[in-house]
């Protein structure tokens, strides 16, 4: 069965501090991978996914950047947090399969990241 | 642009109790809608997901319904219980370039059954 890690849970970081949140993807191939962000009272943003290994898009502008190195491997980066960066940030992934059909696949999350910045 | 409405935003009943959770969205051209539950802290579990070319789908005793037409998709859940204490979201599925597939999410509705 497929399973998605993220890590780590929690996070404390200060102002102007680098970042790293990593999330891996077992039991599929060639998923698309997604990473969102969940603010209290504003719902979940999606801010970058990926289709395959160097593929990346952004979905609104800001001090983060994604990398997919591996297939089954999505990373959340920023070279120096804000205090806006705060909040909670989750991995998703749903099976591409044949491109025709992965329009009908479900979405499947981690667990979160809950993102502090002090 | 897709939008997204759960309404109530929080909602309790007694156990036992049948209830309804509404979500509408704005754009009627999507591929399916999905319905999620998320507990405190945690990530979003899926519950279930309807094609655009169906009506309803059950788990248990979850069932979904979808009306593309009139934007609106309907959470049932049947003798509730406790442990379905959690936030309920639904999202929305459109396609916006190839091989994307965005989810547009609701703010969700905060369910709280009371023993």
């Known amino acids: 069965s497929q399973t998605i890690h993220q890590w780590p849970a929690t996070l404390v970081q200060p102002v102007g501090s680098p970042l790293s949140l990593e999330c891996t993807v077992e039991g599929t191939s060639n998923p698309n991978l997604y990473w969102y962000r969940q603010a209290a009272g504003r719902g979940l943003q999606l801010l970058f996914y990926?289709?395959?290994?160097?593929?990346i898009s952004s979905e609104v502008p800001q001090n983060l950047s994604a990398s997919r190195p591996q297939d089954r491997q999505f990373i959340l980066s920023s070279k120096k947090l804000l205090l806006s960066d705060s909040g909670f940030y989750l991995c998703?992934?749903?099976?591409?399969?044949?491109?025709?059909?992965?329009?009908?696949?479900?979405?499947?999350f981690g667990n979160g990241t809950r993102l502090t910045v002090t | 642009k897709q939008e997204v409405t759960q309404i109530p935003a929080a909602l309790s009943v007694p156990e036992g109790e049948n209830l309804v959770l509404n979500c509408s969205f704005t754009d009627s051209a999507i591929y399916n809608l999905q319905w999620f539950r998320q507990d405190p802290g945690k990530g979003l579990t899926s519950l279930l997901l309807?094609?655009?070319?169906?009506r309803e789908q059950t788990s248990g005793r979850l069932n979904a319904s979808l009306d593309k037409s009139s934007g609106r998709s309907t959470l049932y859940i049947a003798a509730s219980q406790p442990g379905d204490s959690a936030t309920y979201l639904c999202?929305?599925?459109?396609?916006?370039?190839?091989?994307?597939?965005?989810?547009?999410f609701g703010k969700g509705t905060k369910l709280s059954v009371i023993p």
């Open positions: 999202a929305v599925r459109r396609s916006s370039g190839a091989g994307s597939y965005q989810l547009t």
């Open positions: 998703a992934w749903s099976d591409r399969g044949r491109a025709t059909y992965s329009y009908n696949s479900p979405l499947h």
């Open positions: 309807i094609q655009s070319s169906q």
């Open positions: 990926s289709v395959g290994i160097g593929q």
